[in-house]
């Protein structure tokens, strides 16, 4: 996201479930779906994970010890009440010097306390269950009232109506989609970058801005994105710089048809063909609806000693052992695809030559510039300055679905939300089921 640091962040994290990110795409029905849509069935989010103890209190939560460590403040408690994992199954609890064993705790209407952070209000219910590693604690919430405490995490309030709309219907789908991601942890998605940032009501503050998001949600509610009776799988990023990629050209086993390569500029439809034309675009200001966006364009210049210093940090990240490389004599783009992002890259080192692909090449530089998360993305070139190694690019994020930036500039444009949608997701249907 442009202007705030949850691209990095996210980076950050895609980069450590970098495996894990590569995991197939569900098939959710969309009758599935339906249920949840229909208020018949709630998401059930994850808060925290291996907490130690829980405490219900009555009236204003307290300051509280370790971090890790829960208070729950709720009105139905109607005196402090306190749980702690007697094992896996069960929890010990107590009330006023009496104990007794319960498999659950249950409370609505709960401001949530963790570590240092203010108590934030939670609608639906709160649930505490004992697991392996702790109290697990899940809102279980209506999936309307969940969007509220995602979409200002996920696009600045800020955007376009008809933007807001699409992220909405987009933040819906995904929600579906990812259904049972954490079924192992007893809920299906976290409240964390992982899944989708997810604050409870800690912004619906009275303000403008914040009543723009949700009014998003609600001028969208229970619309989501389908592909031939499946729910999407709709991904998206900050900004691509022009040209949105082949989703398969970015993750090799996502072969999802409505996740297309598509130009992003005004009245071009072309790929382009060939090393020169990508980085004769890349050299342009181009016309393109993201263009507003910081990272619409973007330089890099590594030291050859620097660029080998971050390739042997990130080797086992990458997938190869980490056996002593030596330093980098060479990087070379060894395949670009037709809509101009790098596939492969060739790294002649001392000791060989290593090849890289796809998305993965985003985190071959990482922990350096320009956060933790590595270059903004794949869509670049490489010249040499002299002994350094300089990289002109464009965008921000892994180029796949929607462009954020380009949402928002084609909103502007005069877009309704429904086109906008149609243009990044090829042959989807937006409808509700
Ligand atoms: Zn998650
Ligand atoms: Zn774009």
Redesign the pocket.
């Known amino acids: 996201m442009v202007g705030l640091p949850h691209e990095f962040l996210r980076a950050a994290l895609v980069a450590v479930f970098l495996r894990a990110s590569g995991a197939k795409p569900n098939l959710v029905p969309v009758e599935q779906a339906r249920a949840y849509l229909r208020g018949a069935c709630p998401m059930r989010i994850?808060l925290a994970v291996g907490a130690p103890r829980a405490d219900f209190l009555r009236g204003r939560v307290v300051a509280i010890g370790a971090a890790g460590e829960l208070k729950i403040s709720t009105a139905s408690a109607a005196r402090p009440v306190s749980g702690a994992p007697a094992s896996s199954a069960q929890l010990i609890c107590e009330q006023d010097g009496a104990v007794w064993r319960a498999a659950q705790l249950q409370a609505t209407g709960a401001r949530v306390q963790m570590g240092d952070s203010s108590p934030v209000f939670y609608p639906g219910v709160i649930e505490i269950r004992p697991g392996a590693l702790g109290l697990t604690v899940v809102n279980v919430v209506p999936i309307e009232d969940y969007l509220e405490g995602v979409l200002p995490s996920e696009m600045p309030v800020s955007f376009h109506m008809e933007a807001l709309k699409a992220q909405a219907v987009v933040a819906r789908t995904y929600a579906l989609h990812?259904l049972g991601?954490?079924a192992s942890e007893g809920f299906d998605?976290?409240?964390?970058?992982?899944?989708?940032v997810y604050r409870g009501d800690s912004l619906s503050q009275p303000s403008p801005g914040l009543n723009r998001s949700d009014e998003a949600i609600r001028a969208t509610r229970g619309l989501i994105l389908s592909y031939r009776g499946y729910v999407a799988k709709p991904v998206y990023h900050s900004t691509c710089g022009g040209a949105t990629e082949d989703v398969w050209n970015v993750w090799a086993n996502h072969l999802l048809p409505y996740l297309r390569a598509r130009s992003d500029e005004w009245g071009i439809s072309s790929p382009l063909a060939g090393e020169q034309a990508a980085c004769r675009f890349l050299a342009s200001e181009g016309r393109a609806f993201c263009r507003a966006s910081r990272r619409f364009r973007w330089e890099m210049e590594f030291s050859l000693e620097e660029l080998s210093e971050k390739f042997r940090a990130n080797m086992p990240l990458l997938g190869f052992s980490s056996a002593e490389p030596g330093q980098i004599l060479e990087v070379a783009v060894e395949r670009r695809s037709r809509w101009g992002r790098v596939e492969a890259l060739s790294v002649s080192t001392e000791a060989g030559v290593f090849r890289i692909w796809r998305d993965n090449i985003r985190w071959l530089f990482g922990a350096g510039k320009p956060g933790p998360g590595g270059i903004p993305s794949t869509f670049f070139c490489i010249r040499r300055k002299g002994a350094n190694v300089v990289l002109t690019g464009g965008g921000w994020g892994h180029g796949a679905g929607m462009c954020q930036i380009g949402a928002e500039g084609r909103a502007k444009a005069g877009r309704r939300f429904r086109q906008i949608l149609a243009s990044y997701y090829t042959g989807v249907e937006v409808a509700r089921p």
């Open positions: 994850g990812e991601r954490h998605l976290c409240s964390t970058y992982h899944c989708q």
